[in-house]
């Protein structure tokens, strides 16, 4: 079963959890810990390049991230948030997510933002046509997540737009900031996997998996914890010089070595 077929059967049935990585060693440790496929957040991917999230680093060091993600993930299935595209013009948008799928990555997240959604359906339509049938593509939309138009109006207009999307070839369909089980049922009924945004107030994977739910998603939440450590701990060290807190936290060592090792495929 090549990897795009083995991603695609893992929303088939059950939930899928999918922790977010942000780079080769988050990919590493992710797999390590049980996850069966990995995705990027874009997000932590900017972090981790030294740029804010919604802003455009370069192509080339974005490629090269996932080509790391890839090579650490070890043969489990990558899906690489790929944001809007990172171009207006769905052609441009479409050459994009092929140099992604060249990665190894063998899924995406493309995402409307509050942007239109016949602009995101015209990108699906032009990744779908560039990369074939294999790819699974999720499709982002944004409303609840940005607080996109009236609360009342919201699940309407995004049955909307999941039509247009499906038309428009997306497999999957991504809705953060959905928590209310009546619209998380009505969304599963799409009859397209349904993927939710790890957040407070969102019932627990037992239960998502009962509404019908497919996959679930951490977003940024785990790379920012990351990032949170290290300011605290930080901050402690410059206004102390103490190395307690350090040590507590800290992974131990040779463990975080041998399987960034494993990974690498070198001896530790």
Request: hydrophobic share 50%.
């Amino acid at each position: 079963m090549s990897g795009f077929e083995t991603f695609r059967a893992l929303h088939a049935g059950g939930l899928l959890i999918l922790p977010n990585a942000w780079d080769g060693a988050s990919a590493a440790l992710s797999v390590a810990a049980g996850a069966r496929a990995v995705a990027t957040t874009s997000a932590g991917v900017a972090w981790a390049l030294g740029w804010p999230d919604g802003a455009a680093p370069p192509r080339a060091d974005l490629l090269s991230a996932l080509e790391r993600i890839v090579r650490a993930s070890g043969g489990a299935p990558v899906s690489a948030d790929v944001e809007g595209g990172f171009s207006d013009e769905p052609s441009e948008a479409a050459g994009f997510v092929r140099r992604v799928v060249e990665t190894g990555c063998v899924g995406v997240n493309i995402e409307d933002a509050d942007g239109s959604a016949e602009a995101l359906a015209d990108k699906i339509a032009a990744v779908r046509a560039a990369v074939g049938a294999d790819l699974f593509i999720n499709a982002r939309c944004d409303l609840w997540l940005r607080g996109i138009g009236p609360v009342e109006g919201r699940l309407e207009e995004a049955v909307r737009r999941a039509a247009l999307y499906r038309a428009a070839g997306a497999d999957g369909l991504f809705m953060p900031g959905v928590v209310e089980a009546g619209t998380i049922t009505a969304l599963v009924d799409l009859g397209a996997p349904l993927n939710l945004l790890a957040r407070s107030g969102l019932a627990d994977a037992a239960a998502l998996e009962a509404l019908g739910v497919r996959r679930l998603s951490a977003g940024s939440n785990i790379a920012a914890a990351a990032y949170g450590t290290a300011d605290r701990l930080t901050r402690a060290f410059l206004a102390d010089g103490g190395s307690a807190g350090q040590a507590a936290e800290a992974m131990d060592y040779g463990t975080l070595n041998g399987l960034m090792a494993r990974a690498a495929g070198v001896a530790a």
